[in-house]
């Protein structure tokens, strides 16, 4: 019996590997979330100092990847080893602190790791021992990671919407969500019902109510769920901000002038649409009577 066999044999077995894969994605997601977005600053900073300067970025700098240097202490530089890099166990062995200076290590790490891990299962669990689950789980772990960068950087990296838009364009050949038809036609109304909303809202008020990349992050949504999910996607997602940003006017005193990401409340959204969106549409058929 072969691997995948056993897997697909054992449920059990499929959910604990499911586990094990999601912690460990989520490890690298950590990186993700903190590297690539001092990645885009650096190449835009080298970019535009050659405009301007006409002048080649510096030899001899350190590479900065998601791969190089080693992830090490911001406090005291010590490299943290592999044994100091297992998901969740190393956070809990060392108390969250580093052992190299004792100084205290986030606990948004572990928390994506276990969040990684969480959704990951749901995943499998939705779709099964399928060419499906491989894909909503690329789907998950990419809407994970732009979520946290637009938390703390309000930006929706084309380096991770852009190529996952055209992934959903792909995987629509073989429907695994929906057909090519659709998949095309969600991305552009993705796209294109945002930024309408953009500038209506831009010539309406003189100010802008959203960025680009959540056009983009919608057009890529609507390519792996086609254009029959944007209407769940907007409202869950209107919905949800509304309650979160009044929640924080009302009980953290946020500034109602300082701008709120978006980015998050549409891959929740869209997340939702993936693996209850069916059921939610006909929940609210029902409830209607249509």
């Known amino acids: ?23 460990s994605v989520g490890s690298f997601l ?4 903190y ?12 970019q535009c100092e050659e405009l301007l300067n006409d002048k080649e970025p510096p030899e001899g700098e350190q590479a900065f990847n998601l791969i190089t240097p080693r992830s090490r202490c911001p406090h005291c530089n010590h490299m943290i080893t592999a044994l100091e890099n297992i998901p969740v166990i190393s956070y809990a062995l060392q108390k969250g602190k580093c052992t190299g200076c004792g100084a205290k290590i ?21 779709f099964g021992f399928s060419w499906q689950s491989g894909a909503a789980l690329l789907l998950t772990w990419s809407l994970i990671a732009l979520t946290f960068i637009d938390l703390d950087t309000f930006l929706l990296p084309d380096n991770i919407t852009l190529p996952f838009l055209w992934l959903g364009i792909l995987v629509s050949f073989w429907q695994l969500f929906v057909d090519l038809d659709a998949s095309v036609i969600g991305a552009v109304a993705g796209y294109m019902s945002l930024w309408l909303v953009y500038w209506a809202f831009k010539l309406l008020l003189k100010k802008e109510g959203m960025g680009y990349g959540d056009f983009k992050l919608l057009a890529m949504l609507g390519a792996w769920l086609g254009w ?34 978006f980015g998050p409340y549409l891959a929740a959204a869209g997340w939702i649409a993936l693996i209850w969106g069916s059921d939610i549409t006909r929940a609210y058929i029902q409830f209607s009577g249509m």
Do not use: C
């Not at 995948?4 to 077995?13: G, M």
């Not at 950590?30 to 979330?33: L, T």
């Open 106 to 126: 986030s606990a948004r790490y572990p928390v994506i790791e276990t969040l990684t891990a969480i959704l990951s299962v749901m995943v499998v669990w939705q």
């Open 35 to 46: 590297r690539l977005p001092v990645m885009l600053e650096r190449e835009w900073k080298f």
């Open 30 to 33: 950590n990186v993700v979330i």
């Open 228 to 261: 029959q999910s944007l209407p769940l996607i907007i409202i869950l997602s209107s919905l949800v901000g509304a309650v979160v940003g009044v929640a924080m006017i009302l009980f953290k005193g946020h500034d109602r002038n300082k701008p709120i990401p």
């Open 1 to 23: 019996m072969t691997l995948f066999q056993l897997l697909q044999s054992n449920p059990a077995l499929l959910y604990l590997t499911t586990i094990l894969l999601g912690l």
